[in-house]
């Protein structure tokens, strides 16, 4: 597991990241240009991942493996 805070989290991640009160976590991926998508709603058009993801209260993120997909990698495909 990795701080938010001075650990930017590579292009192409799927990762979980993780609320600073413990409260829970919350699925997310940085595309290979950069941009955010989160496991509820897809694409967010943010480019500075870091600094959203600290604004909204992340402080760990974990990355998750590979062959992790979120819903909108298979929406659409065949299961």
């Given at each position: 597991?990795?701080?938010?805070?001075?650990?930017s989290?590579?292009?192409?991640?799927?990762?979980?990241a993780?609320?600073?009160?413990?409260?829970?976590?919350?699925?997310?991926?940085?595309?290979?240009?950069?941009?955010?998508?989160?496991?509820?709603?897809?694409?967010?058009?943010?480019?500075?991942?870091?600094?959203?993801?600290?604004?909204?209260?992340?402080?760990?993120?974990?990355?998750?493996?590979?062959?992790?997909?979120?819903?909108?990698?298979?929406?659409?495909?065949?299961?």
């Amino acid at each position: 597991m990795h701080t938010i805070h001075g650990h930017s989290i590579p292009n192409g991640t799927k990762f979980a990241a993780f609320f600073g009160d413990g409260s829970g976590a919350k699925l997310f991926m940085i595309s290979d240009d950069g941009e955010l998508a989160d496991a509820e709603n897809g694409f967010r058009g943010i480019t500075a991942p870091d600094t959203w993801l600290q604004d909204a209260g992340f402080i760990y993120w974990m990355k998750l493996p590979d062959s992790f997909k979120l819903w909108f990698e298979t929406a659409g495909k065949a299961k």
